[in-house]
């Protein structure tokens, strides 16, 4: 096959995307600052590079075809790709530009977000596009620039900065201890005990570290997400062992509650990573720096 087809120009791409976008050449046309006509005519021109019917023509309307469809997927996604990448190139200028960052959904909502004021007014030209991720993740798979995640060693593949360490701690609320009060640890095992799915067998792990027989103990239900395990807790479900830094505020006002100050470090450490080549990111770069320097 003929490589001028399967590379078709820019400028045939743009008047297709453009087209595909608003189902309109003439709104096509003001987008590219070209006349309705010129548009028309490189969209022609691409569907017999092609041999393929992009659009329908219903009168002064447009639709696309099934195969329209699956090439402006594809088309479109490779455009905005581009689009991103110049701007990522222009930002070099300016130690600005946009951030894809993937963290997890508790982490970033509970401890990053609170945070990210500080940023903004540190470096207004630099925007953070958060995506919550959980588990592994194949950063340039999911146009991600850069992650934080935790685990009990550096995120394979990446360069990576500790954050900080992950201690447990337990928590209830306090009309729970008030319906059912509980003297020393080992009394937690009349309550349901409340777990997240990556962590099945944190409360062994804790009961193992502090020598605590968790008896006649009632299993509690798993959450996905540890921001709705802390919710349960608040709700007086039960009682969790969740990262002290994702509870400060909780914490502070009194809305949850350590019924005994018994720590668990559980070996792991949240980490930012990014790919080797995009240590010199300007946005990286940056953000890098701010969570490093944060008190």
Same mark, same amino acid.
């Given at each position: 096959?003929?490589?001028?087809?399967?590379?078709?120009?820019?400028?045939?791409?743009?008047?297709?995307?453009?087209?595909?976008?608003?189902?309109?050449?003439?709104?096509?046309?003001?987008?590219?600052?070209?006349?309705?006509?010129?548009?028309s005519?490189q969209?022609?021109?691409?569907?017999?590079?092609?041999?393929?019917? !992009?659009?329908?023509?219903?009168?002064?309307? *447009?639709?696309?075809?099934?195969?329209?469809?699956?090439?402006?997927?594809?088309?479109?996604?490779?455009?905005?790709?581009?689009?991103?990448?110049?701007?990522?190139?222009?930002?070099?200028? $300016?130690?600005?530009?946009?951030?894809?960052?993937?963290?997890? #959904?508790?982490?970033?909502?509970?401890?990053?977000?609170?945070?990210?004021?500080?940023?903004?007014?540190?470096? #207004?030209?630099?925007?953070?596009?958060?995506? $919550?991720? *959980?588990?592994?993740?194949?950063?340039?798979?999911?146009?991600?620039?850069?992650?934080?995640?935790?685990?009990?060693?550096?995120? #394979?593949g990446?360069?990576?900065?500790?954050? !900080?360490?992950?201690?447990?701690?337990?928590?209830a609320?306090?009309?729970?201890?008030?319906?059912?009060?509980?003297e020393?640890?080992?009394?937690?095992g009349?309550?349901?005990?409340?777990?997240?799915?990556?962590?099945?067998?944190?409360?062994?792990?804790?009961?193992?570290?502090? +020598?605590?027989?968790?008896?006649?103990?009632?299993?509690?239900?798993?959450?996905?997400?540890?921001?709705?395990?802390?919710?349960?807790?608040?709700?007086? *479900?039960?009682?969790?062992?969740?990262?002290?830094?994702?509870?400060? +505020? +909780?914490?502070? $006002?009194?809305?949850?509650?350590?019924?005994?100050?018994?720590?668990?470090?559980?070996?792991?450490?949240?980490?930012?990573?990014?790919?080797?080549?995009?240590a +010199?990111?300007?946005?990286v770069?940056?953000?890098?720096?701010?969570?490093?320097?944060?008190?």
């Amino acid at each position: 096959m003929n490589p001028r087809t399967l590379t078709p120009s820019m400028s045939l791409l743009l008047a297709f995307e453009a087209s595909a976008r608003h189902q309109s050449y003439t709104r096509a046309a003001e987008e590219l600052s070209l006349t309705q006509s010129a548009v028309s005519r490189q969209v022609q021109a691409l569907e017999e590079l092609l041999d393929v019917r !992009l659009f329908l023509r219903k009168g002064r309307r *447009i639709e696309l075809t099934d195969a329209g469809r699956l090439y402006m997927r594809e088309v479109g996604a490779a455009i905005a790709s581009i689009r991103n990448a110049t701007l990522q190139a222009i930002a070099y200028r $300016s130690g600005g530009g946009n951030l894809n960052l993937a963290v997890l #959904p508790t982490f970033g909502a509970r401890w990053l977000m609170p945070r990210l004021h500080s940023f903004y007014a540190a470096n #207004p030209s630099v925007v953070v596009n958060m995506h $919550s991720r *959980i588990g592994h993740l194949d950063l340039e798979a999911a146009g991600m620039d850069a992650v934080i995640g935790v685990g009990n060693a550096e995120l #394979p593949g990446l360069i990576c900065h500790r954050l !900080l360490e992950e201690v447990l701690v337990l928590i209830a609320s306090p009309d729970l201890l008030r319906r059912h009060p509980v003297e020393s640890p080992r009394d937690l095992g009349s309550l349901l005990l409340l777990r997240v799915a990556t962590r099945p067998n944190v409360w062994r792990e804790w009961s193992d570290a502090y +020598e605590v027989p968790l008896r006649g103990v009632y299993p509690g239900p798993i959450f996905e997400l540890t921001s709705h395990l802390i919710q349960a807790v608040a709700t007086g *479900i039960g009682v969790g062992l969740v990262p002290r830094c994702l509870i400060e +505020e +909780e914490l502070a $006002s009194g809305k949850l509650v350590m019924p005994f100050d018994l720590p668990y470090a559980s070996g792991m450490s949240y980490y930012f990573g990014y790919p080797a080549q995009k240590a +010199e990111l300007p946005s990286v770069a940056t953000f890098r720096d701010w969570l490093l320097a944060r008190p």
